[in-house]
């Protein structure tokens, strides 16, 4: 049986430093940055990593795959929490082994930083006027749209119910 040992995450805005917070609170695990973890684990650490989502690229997980035995990944996007699932595996080559949760994260476009604030604009502009002019839209659509013209906050503890399920469950 294995035994997590931390938690370890990679954020650009904030909202995947708060899920690892949170999920920290709730689980007792320690909870270190990517690059603190370099510093307090030895390598093959058993963790649970966060990173967030870019273009379907869960930041940071290839360099913790290699470092770290990964128990859970956690992957913090824009999306609504439990979307995009199939994606993000098949784009990071997350092992079928691996339990994998999709977070929807809080959008201001005015905390990412360099090329990122430069892709989410361009983004933002097409897929937001896209969506603007669709009549038909999904409820999550709305929900994209609103978080793109508005900003959000949308990081909660009800958003890790999966994740938690499945640590009370295998631990």
């Known amino acids: 049986m294995m035994r997590t040992q931390a938690i370890v995450y990679t954020s650009n805005t904030g909202s995947t430093a708060h899920y690892a917070k949170l999920l ?3 689980t007792g695990l320690p909870v270190y940055s990517a690059d603190e973890a370099k510093k307090q684990l030895p ?19 290839r360099n913790a795959a290699k470092r770290y035995q990964i128990r859970a990944v956690c992957a913090v996007g824009m999306c609504q929490t439990g979307k995009q699932i199939k994606e993000v595996r098949e784009n990071n ?7 994998l949760f999709t ?18 604009n361009i983004m933002v502009k097409t897929s937001g006027k896209a ?35 499945w640590y009370n469950k295998s631990e």
């Open 93 to 99: 080559a997350i092992p079928d082994s691996v339990p």
């Open 43 to 61: 390598n093959h650490s058993e963790i649970i990593y966060l990173g967030w989502i870019m273009a379907s690229s869960v930041k940071g997980y």
């Open 131 to 165: 969506l603007t002019e669709k009549s038909d839209r999904t409820p999550e659509e709305n929900d994209m749209l609103d978080m793109m013209l508005n900003g959000s906050e949308r990081v909660c503890l009800e958003n890790l119910k999966a994740v938690l399920d």
């Open 24 to 26: 920290s609170q709730e």
């Open 103 to 120: 977070l929807q994260g809080n959008f201001d476009i005015k905390k990412l930083h360099g090329i990122y604030g430069i892709l989410m």
